[in-house]
């Protein structure tokens, strides 16, 4: 093995394209696979920035961001048991302790166990725009990435490797931008938590989800090594 490759990850960019995906497809800002006899998602507004006073204290739904099956994602650290990923966001500022911006929560659900699906999901009153995606389905290309330099050892940092994507993507590195490399550990077990899922501002394709995270960065969402529904973490950069 190279020094190189002992720097490589895979990654899977998701490629978004505009689309009409249903609840049944792998997708960002479509409908999601939510069954009728389940609580939607809530935030209860306790860390919406005041940036928006008429949001401070007030509750809010979460809005259905991102959807991934397992058939086409099986890159994804998926529990058993389980076959599909959701994602959502709190389409409002937060001014949390380790982000500023939405709020996310994840789903990790058996799509099979859902036989009636809910009738309508709640759309919040107030939305900041920049957080709100597009509807998009997912043209996927899976490839090799190597670490940014900031990740690298310092006899490394100047070696001429390919650019760590800033486009959404499932694994690889992440793309460093206003902070520097930050290591996160599990506050459950105290195991490393590695990025996941990384949601970006700016797509390779130039096809944009039209949402944006903090100066044009990304939302990067990081799980524990050992279980993923340990408590993960938000990162903007």
Known sequence: MSIKDEWARPA???NPAAGEPT???SHIGGPMLWPIDEPWPWCDGTRHDDLNPTAVGVRMPFVGAVQLYQRDFPELPFPA?????QVFLCTLHHNLDDCFGPDVRLVWRDSTTVIELIEEEPEP???EELYVPTVNVLEPIRFTE???PFDRPE???DEDWP???AGTKIGGWTPWWQTGPVTFTCPECGSEQRQMLSLGTREPSGENVEWAFGREGNLNILTCEKDVRHPFRKHVD
């Open 163 to 165: 650019e760590t994507s």
């Open 155 to 157: 006899e490394l940092e």
């Open 146 to 148: 190597y670490a940014h």
């Open 23 to 25: 609840d049944a497809d």
């Open 12 to 14: 899977v960019l998701l």
């Open 125 to 127: 009153s107030v939305q």
């Open 81 to 85: 048991g389980t076959d599909l990923l």
